[in-house]
């Protein structure tokens, strides 16, 4: 499949993960993310249970739960 000139320039450039742009990008996208959604630890946990990182119940889902 083939993509049209437009699409390719509404993609988001893509970031190395190992450079310091992406870490700057990072830390400005966590701070951003947690003045809208770390006010309370009940907004917290709806946000994370949006992301499918805890349950409705706020355990940590199978795919983010460590095996002893």
Known sequence: ???S???QRR???VLDPSS??????????AKA???KHG?????ALAALH???VVTK????????RSER
């Open 20 to 29: 310091p742009e992406a870490a700057v990008k990072f830390h400005e996208d």
């Open 1 to 3: 499949m083939t993509t």
């Open 57 to 64: 119940t706020g355990r940590l889902t199978k795919a983010y």
């Open 33 to 35: 993310f947690m003045a």
């Open 50 to 52: 949006r992301l499918g």
């Open 5 to 7: 000139f437009a699409d």
């Open 11 to 13: 993609a988001p450039k």
């Open 39 to 43: 006010r309370s630890k009940a907004s």
